[in-house]
């Protein structure tokens, strides 16, 4: 199994409040991603980083920020957590082929 | 744009059953096609996956043939188990943008 983690692995805040949640991957790999996953959607892109520092938006950015300051972190903020954030959280990281994705055990994300 | 289409679920079989779990695409390119697997509570696993047209990808007794064609990328497995309960999610990825698009899940039960 690739080596991600992700924290917290459940959380509940309230609407207007800042949250950051962590991913954490000990395999080196360049492309890092936030997904969002939805009863209906499927799994959606928020951002995606191609290296430290290098980040772009997907097709669902609005009201969340990233950064990547080492190889091994990509933090997710919402910035002031609305209850349509309410979701599950997935990072993903790429592999040795740039394609295959691997997938951390998500955060269960409650906004009140 | 590009989209993965799949059949909705849920889909309940007997246990040795033949399965089939249709998805099709849109693509202005030439993608990959990947087949992902979600058991309760986990992350996305990669199950198969094929880089162009006419290849077969093969695991754990699952296929999916890449047909340009048809544009689509059906998932079969001659007698399903158990275990193989889960959601099983088919997405398209370009090696140059280093993103996947997911189609919306399909549920799988199988009945002892």
């Known amino acids: 199994d690739a080596g991600i983690t992700q924290s917290p692995r459940h959380k509940v805040t309230e609407t207007g409040t800042p949250v950051t949640l962590r991913c954490h991957q000990t395999e080196n790999h360049r492309y890092m991603y936030w997904y969002r996953q939805d009863p209906g959607h499927g799994l959606r892109l928020i951002h995606y980083?191609?290296?430290?520092?290098?980040?772009d938006k997907g097709e669902v950015s609005d009201g969340y920020s990233v950064s990547r300051s080492k190889t091994e972190d990509f933090l997710l903020t919402l910035e002031s957590a609305t209850s349509s954030q309410t979701s599950v959280y997935f990072c993903?990281?790429?592999?040795?082929?740039?394609?295959?994705?691997?997938f951390g055990p998500g955060t269960r994300l409650l906004v009140l | 744009g590009d989209s993965v289409t799949q059949m909705e679920g849920p889909v309940t079989l007997s246990e040795e059953a033949f399965l089939t779990i249709n998805c099709t695409y849109t693509?202005?390119?030439?993608?990959?096609l990947f087949w992902y697997v979600q058991y309760p509570g986990e992350g996305l696993q990669l199950l198969l996956k094929?880089?162009?047209?006419?290849d077969k990808g093969s695991n754990k007794g699952f296929e999916a043939t890449y047909r340009k064609e048809t544009t689509s990328f059906h998932l079969e497995k001659g007698s399903v188990q158990v275990s193989d309960s889960a959601v099983y999610f088919c997405?398209?990825?370009?090696?140059?943008?280093?993103?996947?698009?997911f189609g919306s899940g399909t549920r799988l039960s199988i009945r002892p």
């Open positions: 693509a202005t390119g030439y993608p990959s």
């Open positions: 980083s191609y290296g430290v520092k290098d980040t």
């Open positions: 997405a398209l990825m370009y090696s140059s943008a280093s993103k996947i698009i």
């Open positions: 993903a990281i790429s592999g040795g082929d740039q394609e295959t994705q691997y």
């Open positions: 094929a880089t162009k047209a006419d």
